[in-house]
Structures are given as structure tokens and as C-alpha cells.
């Protein structure tokens, strides 16, 4: 099934404050997880320039140890204020065979992305607090929808979330990390 992930997200100078805050909200973590997202592109089916992505996510529960692996696919962003975008994903049992399935079909890694991530729910908000390995702390907000048309109310209650927080819209970034690892490469 087909869905659209609403997202913003924004670089954040407290995690503990804003994690502090959240949970006076009535946002409850959820969980602690360690993610190593691997990134794919082909020749023939050019991710990077469509705006799309193709990634291999392996995550790991701090708290259990327990390792699950998923492939996810994202769209081209679908506004030109968040990281909205249409988005499937699929539990992946054998993650190494699913990489030699995307390399056989000529599509390999270009780079990878590193973090520990708290995720936190309110509702049908995900919060979660990033720290990505070479880039620092941040605050992602989401709501997975069913209908591309309730983007707007979403992203309102976002922007609400963030007043509350004491932070703004207009900090938002639309890069990727993996954009952002690039862009620090160069």
C-alpha cells in the first residue's frame, strides 16, 4: 500500500531539552534504535537526479539488541516546504540478499547513514531526535498518511509542535542527510 510520509525536519542545538519538553507535551518514547542506512542508484534508473531514494535500512534495538532490516523507496518531495513524499517499505528477511538483488539489477551503493534515534509518538505524530554521525543532533517530525490532501493540516500541527518547542518552520531543511554527508564531503 502506498503512503505518504509527512516530514520535517531541523537541526537542534539541545536533544536532552527538546526530549525534556516533548515528553512535558505528551509525546512517550518509543524506543532507542540504531540506524545504518545504505543508499542505491543505477545507470539506468537515476535516483539522486529523479529526487528519489532507494535505501537498505538496518536497525538496531539498543535496548534489546534485536537487528531488523527494511527496503524503503521515497518519491520526489511533493512541496516545496517539507519532505513530504509518497514512500514504500517492506520488512526485508535476508538483508544481504536483498543487496546482491539490487546489485545484479544494477543498483549499488553509493553511501551510507549512520545514527541513534529516539522516537517518540503523540497520537499520530512520530517524534524522533537524530544524532547522525557527522552532522549532529536533530529533530524530525512525522505522520504517515494514507491521502496526499492532509498534508496541510499535518504540516499546521507541526508548525504548532514547534512553537510549542521553541523552535520554527523556517529553520527547516529539506536536504537528506545523506545530502548533507555529501555536501560536507566536498
Known sequence: MSTYEIEIKLPIADRDSVHAKLIQLGFQEKARIRECDMYYNSDYHDVKKLGEALRIRKS???????????????????????MSRQEYETVVEDAESMEQILKSLDFLPVAGVSKTRIYLKKEEMTACLDQVD???DFLELEVIAFEEASRETHLKN????????????????????LGMLI????
Open 183 to 186: 555536501r560536507e564531503k566536498i
Open 60 to 82: 538496531t534495538n539498543l535496548l534489546t539488541g534485536i537487528t531488523k532490516a527494511q527496503i524503503n523507496f521515497k518519491g520526489k518531495k511533493i512541496d516545496k516546504v517539507s
Open 134 to 136: 557527522g552532522l549532529g
Open 158 to 177: 507541526m508548525e504548532k509542535l514547534l512553537t510549542s518547542l521553541g523552535l520554527s518552520m523556517k529553520d527547516t531543511v529539506r536536504t537528506s542527510y
